[in-house]
């Protein structure tokens, strides 16, 4: 994870999503599950917010295709309440309470709200291990934040082999050339932070080259 900017919200976001929701919830102020999936007005932000984060998910700071069409989590976005409609029901419908977000994260994260919000993440809290290809949390930080982010990535399920396999994909293929920084950086920019913090040019590319072609020839 990366600390990502917040941004306003869209021109029409209060005609399509506000307004309406919270028409509905002075009707209906704790929704079942059934009402709420029949009052999604969430739904007319995912294009806007989709745009604003050039596709990549909030959390894992991955691109991730729209998706639309398709029913695989790992093949789309959705709008993740940050803080649960269930648990606060009145922001449900505000712009600042939604994080773009890979579904399948979004299934995992369900209700919980010990989730560390990348909106206030510090820039060093979460790091790579180059050779393990796992996240964890940075070294000297406080006690709770740390107990915290362990809690996020296991949520989350952050180091789930898909996820290293993604992440190695993308070191491979730099490491190897196939990648340069720039694409790395638009698609992948939590690995391009931790490339720039931790120097990779200069203390990993040459291991990391040595690795991947001793293991495909």
């Given at each position: ?208 080259r040595a690795y991947f072609l001793a293991i495909q020839s």
């Amino acid at each position: 994870m990366i600390q990502i900017p917040q941004f306003r919200p869209p021109a029409n976001f209060d005609n399509q999503v506000r307004n309406p929701g919270l028409r509905f919830l002075r009707r209906t102020p704790r929704p079942t599950n059934d009402q709420w999936g029949k009052h999604n007005f969430w739904r007319y932000a995912h294009d806007d917010l989709y745009n604003l984060y050039h596709g990549i998910c909030a959390y894992c700071a991955s691109w991730t295709p729209r998706g639309k069409g398709t029913n695989s989590p790992d093949k789309m976005t959705s709008i993740d309440h940050f803080v649960p409609k269930s648990h606060v029901p009145t922001l449900a419908y505000e712009w600042s309470n939604y994080r773009l977000c890979r579904a399948r994260i979004n299934a995992s994260k369900g209700e919980r709200t010990d989730i560390i919000d990348p909106f206030q993440i510090h820039g060093d809290w979460f790091i790579i291990d180059f050779y393990t290809f796992l996240i964890s949390a940075n070294g000297g930080l406080p006690p709770l934040i740390e107990t915290n982010i362990e809690n996020t990535i296991t949520a989350l399920e952050l180091n789930h082999n898909d996820f290293v396999e993604q992440r190695i994909d993308v070191i491979k293929g730099y490491s190897l050339g196939l990648l340069n920084f720039g694409q790395v950086q638009e698609k992948f920019p939590f690995i391009a932070y931790e490339m720039t913090r931790q120097r990779f040019d200069e203390d990993y590319l040459d291991d990391m080259r040595a690795y991947f072609l001793a293991i495909q020839s």
